[in-house]
Structure formats: structure tokens, C-alpha cells
């Protein structure tokens, strides 16, 4: 009992200190992984003395952490803002990965003398960027979806082709002609998997009268958790299903989805918090030191020839800008998924393998430092600064079972076309109706004359026969304002 006294106050306080240290870095301009990773390292051998060297440990927490963290991803992901990035999305995931594979392996084999298993070894792991990276950094940078929904779309995927990459090239069987067509199995069945129960798990929930808020949001992550767990045992990737279950559920017509999302985003938070403090626990500072030639090495290529060429090759057919395509490439961060990766030829005794998990994590703080802190400098270069968009209107669900009703509770961003729009002017469907607009400190019954404003919270009360009708329509004036029919919007993704 005192041990767990001792675990649960120790866990507390390090979690604490981590949601200040997201404050700090904001302040600092500095991402929040670096200070998580800090954290670990004063709680480890050389500051605390908490000593930690469980490899196989480490890889099943990391990888369950990245199950998290991949599903707050596809959850808080809007299909809409990412549609039109879609195939340059799928070609970085893909094409981008096995360039940047096969480049940084011969760089490697060229300037360290590594052997070509061990080469290909090393940029396998050092392939895929990282969702929690790309996530918490690309959102607060004001440049065009189609870049955002590149990055986060190849940080969401790409992690399922390197895995099986490294899983394959870490075990003792010999690199055959076969590999391509395991991948393509791997990666089909993933996707199939992810869709599959992301729509199962979408139409189950919206039928289902759970008697609790609460367990929306539980039941949610559950079905992406599932989704990994499928397609783990069809042996098959499962990080792109439980990115892809929940890309589909977070894009469905859930009830309660904003308390979902935010369910999803805190659990998300704390999945990268115990991943980077755990990384930094595991991490010895007396081994690194050895490591920092191999691992800026390794980044120098990776960071100016493997990453830019892959983008290049990748994006051929796209005929994107080589501006966009400048970003892009410097915009490959990476973070814990490199190091969780690279613990799995750690944890199967590969020779060297130890050198690899330090160099990478020499890697990722020298790169995280570096691209982290400079993306929205390089933006405003390339005159990719599109300056503040407007975030699309919020409209989340609850269910009036009993009342064969539903309640749309509206928000509406800053920058909306609904800003202006008399009630009448709104042209909801038989069967819907505005009830309350929230306004300030205070709410009030509207009337026809009524003007919606920025910021206001609007609940509709609908059947739920005119349920999807509303939501269209209320999308539609969001995006093209009183004229949205003459305009030609329908308010569809």
C-alpha cells in the first residue's frame, strides 16, 4: 500500500507539472514534448535516480500510447478540411515513406558503413513523423488546409507502413520478393478494418440510448482501440485502423460528439505525456553522448536529402508548388514514434540496436528544436501565412429519446457567415426550430427578427426525421451565408 501511495502521488505530481509545462511552452515558443522528455530524464538514473531499462515494456506502453494518440487524432480530424489533401495525404503516407527509407539506408551505408539490413533498419524508424508532434504544432499555424491536411493525414497514416517496415526488417527471416505484397495486405486490410468499425461503431452509437452522457465519449475511443485490436490479430496494421475508425466516427453524426472530442483531446494529452516521460525514464544521458555523432548523422540526411527528395518524388503527380512543397519538407517532424519504434529491434536483441534508440533520441530533440521552432517563421518566407481562418461552425448532438427529438446545440466561430443572419433568414426545415440563443452571460428566447452574432450558442430543437436537414442547412449558411442556395452550397462535405 505504500508503494502505490508513493506510484499515485508520483504519477500525480508529474502530471501536474506536465499541464503547466504545456503553458510554459507556449510561452517559450518551445513544444511541450521536449519539457515531457525533460521531466523523465530528471526523474531517471541521472536526476532522481529512478532507474528504468525495460525495453519490451516500454514498446508495449509506447505503442498503446500511440493507439491514443492516433485516435484523438482521426477523432478531432475534419474529413471536410482534409478531403481536398486526401491523395497528396495517401502519397506521403506511402511513396513518401519507402523514398525516404531507401535514401536515408544508402546515406548510412555510404558515410557510416552501416550493412544494408541495418541501414534499412534505421530508416524505417526514422520514416514516419509523428501524429502528437504534427497535431498539437500544424494547428496553431495559419497555412492553407491542403498543407495542414497533408501533414496530419501522412502523420496519421504513415505510421502503419513504417511499423510493418521495421517489424519485418527487425526479425530474422530474409528481405524477400514478397515484401511489397505484405505491405499492400497490411495496409488494405487496416484501412478496411478502420472503415469498417468506424461506421459500425458510428450507426450502433446514434441507435443506442446509453444512460449517460459520459459514456459516449467511452464507448467512442473503445471502437478504436478495437479497431487496433482486429487488425493486430488479422495481422494486419492496426495503428491505420484505429486512425481510420476514428477519422470515420469523428466525422459521423454522433450524439454528444463535443464531449467526445474533448474527452478525446485530454485523453490524447495524457498519452503523450506518459509517453514522452517515459521515454525520458528509459533514456540514459551517460549513453547519449556516444550516440550524438551517429544521430546528427542520421538527421542530416534524413532532415536535407531523404525527407525533401521523398516529398519531390511524392508529389509529382500532385504538380503542388515548390513552395508547398518546401514546407512540407521541412515540416516532417518527428517525436516518440521513432523512438517507440526503434525499441522494437531493441527488445528482440538486435545487434546495435542500443545505438539506434540513442542516436534517434539525440534526433528527435535536435530536430524538435529546430523544425518545431521554425515552421511558422519558414510559413511567413514562403508567403504561406494565410493569417487567422475562420473555424467552421460547431454543432454537436444530444438525444431526446423519449421525445422522438434531437437537441443541435450551435456555436458559432469567429468569422462565420452566420454572423448577421436574421432567424427568418435561417430556412430550417419543417420540424426544426430555433429554442434559446446564449448570448454573452445571458440567453433568451428568439424571435423571427432576431440577429445571430459571432460567439453566440444557438440550441435547435428538431425531429429527428428533420435532424439531418437542420445540420445541412445550418452548415450552408455557415459557409455562404443567407444566399447559400443561390450560391450553390448545400452544406455537405
Not at 551517429?294 to 531523404?306: K, M, N, Q, S, Y
Not at 434531437?406 to 430555433?434: D, M
Request: glycine letters at 10%; proline letters at 5%; a neutral charge.
Amino acid at each position: 500500500m505504500d508503494d502505490l501511495t508513493v506510484a499515485l502521488g508520483i504519477g500525480a505530481l508529474v502530471l501536474l507539472l506536465a499541464v503547466l509545462a504545456v503553458r510554459v511552452s507556449v510561452r517559450l515558443g518551445l513544444p511541450s514534448l521536449l519539457l515531457y522528455l525533460g521531466i523523465g530524464v530528471l526523474l531517471g538514473e541521472a536526476g532522481l535516480g529512478i532507474e528504468f531499462s525495460n525495453a519490451d515494456l516500454t514498446q508495449s506502453l509506447g505503442l498503446a500510447a500511440l493507439v491514443m494518440i492516433l485516435a484523438e487524432g482521426g477523432l478531432t480530424t475534419r474529413w471536410v478540411e482534409v478531403k481536398p489533401a486526401l491523395w497528396p495525404g495517401v502519397a506521403l503516407s506511402t511513396v513518401a515513406v519507402g523514398v525516404s527509407i531507401g535514401v536515408t539506408a544508402l546515406g548510412l551505408h555510404l558515410v557510416l558503413d552501416f550493412d544494408w539490413r541495418l541501414a534499412l533498419l534505421w530508416g524505417a524508424v526514422l520514416a514516419s513523423t509523428d501524429a502528437a508532434a504534427v497535431f498539437s504544432v500544424l494547428r496553431n499555424l495559419s497555412v492553407t488546409r491542403r498543407l495542414v491536411g497533408s501533414l496530419e493525414l501522412e502523420s496519421g497514416m504513415n505510421d502503419a507502413p513504417s511499423y510493418i517496415a521495421v517489424v519485418l526488417l527487425a526479425s530474422t527471416d530474409p528481405v524477400t520478393w514478397s515484401l511489397p505484397l505484405t505491405l499492400a495486405y497490411e495496409l488494405a486490410v487496416g484501412l478496411a478494418l478502420g472503415v469498417g468499425l468506424g461506421w459500425l461503431g458510428a450507426l450502433t452509437l446514434r441507435r443506442a440510448a446509453l444512460p449517460a452522457t459520459g459514456l459516449y465519449p467511452l464507448a467512442t475511443v473503445a471502437v478504436c482501440v478495437l479497431a487496433f485490436a482486429g487488425g493486430q490479430a488479422a495481422h494486419a496494421s492496426g495503428l491505420l485502423a484505429a486512425y481510420v475508425a476514428g477519422l470515420v466516427l469523428g466525422n459521423s453524426k454522433l450524439p454528444h460528439r463535443s464531449d467526445t472530442v474533448s474527452f478525446a483531446e485530454g485523453l490524447g494529452w495524457l498519452a503523450q505525456i506518459g509517453l514522452f516521460v517515459l521515454l525520458g525514464l528509459f533514456a540514459s544521458p551517460s549513453r547519449l553522448l556516444d550516440a550524438i555523432i551517429p544521430g546528427l548523422v542520421a538527421g542530416a540526411l534524413l532532415t536535407l536529402l531523404a525527407r525533401p527528395l521523398s516529398v519531390l518524388v511524392s508529389m509529382v503527380p500532385f504538380r503542388m508548388p515548390w513552395r508547398e512543397q518546401v514546407f512540407l519538407s521541412w515540416a516532417g517532424l518527428r517525436g516518440a514514434v521513432p523512438i517507440v519504434l526503434a525499441m522494437i529491434p531493441l527488445s528482440q536483441g538486435i545487434p546495435g540496436a542500443q545505438q539506434l534508440v540513442d542516436a534517434v533520441f539525440v534526433l528527435v530533440i535536435v530536430l524538435t528544436l529546430v523544425q518545431g521552432t521554425t515552421l511558422g517563421l519558414l510559413a511567413k518566407l514562403l508567403r504561406l501565412d494565410t493569417g487567422a481562418q475562420p473555424k467552421e461552425v460547431d454543432v454537436d448532438v444530444a438525444t431526446l429519446d423519449e421525445l422522438n427529438a434531437e437537441l443541435l446545440q450551435v456555436t458559432i466561430p469567429v468569422g462565420s457567415k452566420l454572423h448577421g443572419v436574421y432567424l427568418s433568414e435561417l430556412r430550417l426545415p419543417p420540424g426544426a426550430s430555433v429554442s434559446l440563443v446564449a448570448r454573452g452571460a445571458g440567453a433568451f428566447t428568439p424571435v423571427t427578427t432576431t440577429r445571430l452574432q459571432e460567439l453566440d450558442q444557438v440550441l435547435v430543437v428538431t425531429t429527428q426525421e428533420a435532424r439531418a436537414a437542420a445540420e445541412t442547412r445550418i452548415r450552408a449558411v455557415d459557409r455562404a451565408g443567407r444566399f447559400a442556395r443561390w450560391k450553390g452550397e448545400t452544406g455537405k462535405p
